[in-house]
């Protein structure tokens, strides 16, 4: 298995290179927004996936390549902090190589001593929040049978006491389920006593697990943001310049990263670097060979692997 990706454009981390450690769809969680399915293992039990060695082989080969590379990032398939290999694999890498590592994590597990151990290895951690009211949280997140929205955030703070290192909280907010501005003011005052470094509000931009999670204007979620403080911001498009791969390089490029999420045709561009001509008439070859297919959401034309 390819477990490293990209490098992408990350509206919030530059050019990231992912790090896939997880089975599709191995997860605590099974939140109506994903954007890679439903969760077909819903687990809370860690264990080790792959072999450690391999994993981090292949990012300092993709590293090595001399790519323009921000930032190494822990994501992909399923809950990063459910292989319990990931310590020992960031440990391993900051050994060889300089860029910084992160962590994007549905923050779950954080309540588990081992887990925290694990992240406390990377220099970025993002975890996740959306929800503060034990309904909503079950709404949106359909969680583990064992998880409450206590649990999680008691490991919230507990984390943010130990880690000394940047905390990026992201935010999803989903139209008529944990946009209510009861809920909202209460996660807000919950938020700042986490003392995290950024707060990241996000929405529905990719195709979803449930097509009944409804996406909020970037004005709406700016006016949210005041609720948040300073630390508070609306995760914008990418707009940094891309570096152009090698043709025979395309393809690969593209499917490896769509079957980690749907990419719309401006994000074809970013990721490649070809030109929209160039991106045009490649993804027509692959919908005529029925590699990917394509499909429309909301007013954005969306590809996945067929």
């Known amino acids: 298995m390819q477990h490293v990706f990209g490098p992408v454009p990350s509206r919030r981390l530059g050019f990231s290179l992912g790090v896939d450690i997880i089975p599709p769809k191995y997860c605590s969680y099974d939140c109506i927004y994903c954007q890679i399915g439903k969760t077909t293992d819903k ?3 860690r264990r080790s996936f792959y072999d450690p060695r391999i994993v981090t082989g292949q990012v300092i080969d993709a ?11 822990f994501s992909g398939s399923g809950e990063p902090t459910l292989n319990s290999d990931l310590g020992v694999m960031i440990r391993e890498l900051k050994k060889s190589i300089s860029i910084p590592v992160a962590v994007i994590t549905n923050g779950s597990l954080l309540w588990d001593e081992d887990v925290r151990r694990d992240l406390a290895e990377a220099d970025i951690v993002l ?7 034990e309904d909503v949280f079950k709404r949106i997140n359909r969680p583990h049978p064992s998880l409450d929205v206590e649990k999680i955030l008691e490991g919230l703070t507990i984390f943010r006491k130990e880690y000394s290192k940047k905390i990026w909280l992201e935010i999803m907010l989903i139209r008529k389920v944990n946009d209510d501005p009861d809920e909202l003011k209460k996660m807000a005052q ?3 006593a986490l003392n995290v470094d950024r707060i990241q509000l996000n929405t529905v931009t990719r195709p979803p697990s449930e097509e009944t999670a409804g ?3 970037e004005s709406e979620l700016t006016a949210i943001c005041g609720l948040f403080g300073p630390a508070c911001e609306v995760i914008c498009s990418f707009d940094k310049a891309t570096e152009m791969p090698a043709q025979a390089e395309w393809t690969n490029i593209i ?3 769509l079957r980690r999420r749907p990419l719309t045709f401006d994000d074809m561009v970013k990721v490649t670097g070809l ?7 490649r993804l027509k070859v692959l919908e005529k060979e029925g590699v990917i297919r394509s499909y429309v959401l909301g007013d954005a034309l969306f590809y ?3």
């Open 127 to 133: 975890p996740s929040l959306d929800a503060v009211s």
């Open 215 to 217: 996406r909020l204007e």
């Open 304 to 306: 996945v692997i067929a």
């Open 275 to 281: 030109s929209h001509f160039q991106a045009k008439t």
């Open 190 to 192: 919950i938020v700042a």
């Open 43 to 45: 687990e809370i039990r």
């Open 255 to 257: 499917l490896e990263t």
């Open 63 to 73: 590293v090595s390549t001399g790519k323009t590379i921000d930032i190494v990032t």
